[in-house]
């Protein structure tokens, strides 16, 4: 059921096999099928419901290897709520089970777990070795799209491709994400497994100017979401794939509001803000949704994601701002949006009053705060303001900074 797109079906089917009892008598069969249930919930946002079904399991497990597999599985939902380090120690807790066989499927979730880590904190040491392993459970057959085992709802292909973008560079992932978007059923595969992956697979294959595996992956989603109206994590997913297809400011805006977990919702304000650059869309507009993006990245624990909005961020003010709003620096090591930010600062306005002048936000204005701190060497703003009229009379600093 899963696979044909039939979720509501595969999630009532995997809920009786929660709460059959077992003929032979095993109390690890209602466990280990709790787990199961957890996780394809854990795929569709269901994160209250994949919990219930992990407490399940506890309550029939009571063994060593289930308490491990539970402790993977918690895992799992904690990373997709953004606790990074908690989904970490918990991966560790479980991963014991890794040598043995009878959970050997079961590895392939604490895998997932920690490349997802390493990627969102950008570690490419550690990164480069976990694709390895993943790469390893799918030529091992371990991923249902590739081979012959029992967790549909948790492929690890997207991290792949993921991965290899990180790593070297989005030309080289593009055939990746090609072969995951080829046919309907692989691509219906990918947007069950990770729905938030697909505006990610369809981003770079627009920036490759390949709009037929892109259309066609809108298309499996448009019909997974019409087939499936009440699971909001699909029905995102469509929208942001349609919006990012038209380039439709509408439609993204409601993808943002229909996201499921912080990650999604950071990626459609993203496009938001790449969208509104290119059509030279309303400045203050464009950096509350860089802003929106960088701080919900964060909060999922991807400093990575995060680091690569706030370079946008940067970059629009330095090109935009600086040419509509203020003028250029009479001091050489201070940008221009600095120069603005340090001499309304010393005028003694407040971060707020600066940020509503200047049309950026008080976490952009307190960040150049601290630069211009560190570059003419004051320590507080009142030693700025003391300092400002000598600053701004020289001709400038020396390269380290002070006058």
Not at 108 to 117: D, E, L
Not at 174 to 179: C, H, K, Q, T
Not at 243 to 267: N, P, V
Not at 368 to 396: D, P
Request: hydrophobic share 45%.
């Amino acid at each position: 059921m899963w696979l044909e797109g039939d979720v509501v079906s595969a999630v009532s089917l995997a809920e009786a096999a929660a709460t059959a009892r077992c003929r032979r008598g095993k109390q690890c069969c209602s466990a280990l099928a709790s787990l199961q249930l957890a996780l394809l919930l854990t795929s569709l946002r269901r994160l209250d419901e994949a919990r219930h079904a992990v407490r399940q399991a506890a309550e029939v497990g009571g063994t060593p290897a289930i308490g491990a597999l539970t402790a993977l599985v918690l895992a799992r939902i904690a990373l997709c709520e953004g606790r990074i380090d908690e989904a970490a120690s918990l991966c560790d807790t479980g991963m014991v089970v890794a040598d043995d066989p009878r959970y050997a499927s079961w590895a392939s979730v604490g895998n997932m777990v920690r490349a997802t880590i390493t990627m969102r904190r950008g570690e490419l040491a550690a990164m480069s070795h976990h694709a390895n392993q993943l790469m390893e459970d799918l030529l091992l057959g371990r991923d249902v799209l590739f081979g012959r085992d029992t967790f549909p709802w948790d492929s690890p292909a997207w991290l792949v491709v993921q991965i290899t973008e990180a790593e070297k560079g989005w030309e080289v992932a593009v055939p990746l994400a090609r072969g995951l978007l080829e046919s309907e059923s692989s691509t219906r595969g990918v947007l069950l497994s990770e729905p938030a992956a697909a505006s990610f697979l369809v981003r770079i294959l627009l920036r490759a100017d390949d709009r037929e595996t892109a259309q066609r992956a809108r298309r499996a989603a448009a019909v997974l979401a019409a087939e499936n109206p009440g699971i909001d994590a699909i029905t995102a997913t469509a929208l942001h794939l349609e919006a990012l297809l038209e380039k439709d400011l509408g439609l993204l805006q409601q993808a943002s509001a229909a996201a499921c977990d912080t990650w999604a919702r950071a990626s459609a304000n993203e496009d938001i803000g790449d969208l509104l650059s290119e059509s030279s869309g309303d400045f203050r507009d464009v950096c509350a949704r860089y802003e929106t993006a960088m701080h919900c990245y964060a909060e999922a624990g991807s400093p990575r994601d995060s680091s690569r909005v706030r370079s946008k961020l940067r970059q629009h003010d330095t090109s935009m701002a600086s040419a509509r709003f203020w003028p250029s620096s009479r001091i050489p090591v201070l940008t221009d949006t600095e120069y603005a930010v340090a001499e309304l600062v010393a005028g003694g306005l407040t971060n707020a009053e600066v940020a509503g002048k200047m049309f950026l936000s008080r976490h952009t204005v307190a960040f150049h705060l601290r630069k211009i701190f560190q570059k003419v060497g004051a320590k507080s703003r009142i030693e700025l303001a003391v300092m400002w009229k000598q600053l701004v009379g020289r001709e400038g600093l020396d390269v380290a900074g002070h006058y």
